[in-house]
């Protein structure tokens, strides 16, 4: 499938609309981000959420990019990759992380990292064809509004 990749740089009803149908297919415990929200992040310094369109110009997909600074550099973190249910196989996703990693490296990251369920097994072959090394760390989580 012949995708481009962009970058939002506004808040549309189908921007809204895709994330809406997108979401429910990454997570079944998350609601899809509200207009204000995905305003926040469209406008939020170091956050890039990129949009895969097909050749007819409807969005297939998505993933957010966050650039940051730490004291041993610049870093960036991949998270929420998604493809609609009717793309997946076709290099939508390969594509989307591909224009991430460039971003990335124009940020002048370091390194990008990102997790992903064993379970996932296509995203997995992915990103160890794109290069991605499994670290040997783990990782955590800590649920705040749980307290």
């Given at each position: ?18 994330f809406a149908r ?77 224009f991430a990693l ?46």
């Amino acid at each position: 499938m012949p995708v481009t990749i962009e970058e939002a740089s506004a808040v549309s009803d189908e921007l809204v609309d895709a994330f809406a149908r997108l979401v429910p297919q990454l997570s079944r415990s998350s609601a899809p981000p509200s207009r204000e929200e995905l305003a926040e992040m469209v406008g939020a310094p170091g956050t890039h959420v990129l949009l895969a369109r097909d050749a007819g110009g409807a969005i297939v997909g998505s993933l957010t990019l966050v650039t940051f600074r730490i004291p041993t550099g610049m870093r960036a973190w991949i998270e929420d990759v998604v493809v609609d249910e009717a793309g997946r196989g076709q290099g939508v996703g390969e594509a989307l992380n591909r224009f991430a990693l460039d971003v990335a490296r124009t940020d002048g990251c370091r390194t990008v990292d990102l997790t992903s369920r064993p379970s996932r097994e296509a995203a997995n072959r992915l990103y160890r064809r794109l290069g991605f090394e499994a670290r040997d760390t783990n990782v955590y989580r800590f649920h705040l509004e749980a307290q």
